[in-house]
């Protein structure tokens, strides 16, 4: 099995969400387009921002930095 790590690129432009219809709609890179209902998001949001905390204490242990984030007072990304 291929370590996902490695076999992609991280992209450096997020994706964004929008609310229509009653469903969230998640574009992304490259044409990627998801569409869910507001629980699946939710749910999508909570998982996407635990990650983010991992890779960026993954970071931090690589380049031997000590100073984490802390999770409430840091914005993950921009809010615009």
Do not use: F, H, Q
Request: glycine content about 8%.
């Amino acid at each position: 099995m291929t370590d996902r790590s490695s076999a992609l690129k991280p992209r450096d432009d997020p994706g964004r969400a929008t609310a229509e219809s009653g469903v969230v709609i998640l574009d992304g890179p490259d044409g990627l387009a998801v569409t869910m209902t507001a629980d699946a998001a939710a749910l999508t949001a909570d998982s996407l921002l635990e990650a983010v905390k991992e890779a960026r204490k993954s970071l931090a242990a690589k380049s031997g930095r000590s100073d984490e984030r802390p999770d409430e007072e840091e914005p993950i990304g921009d809010a615009n």
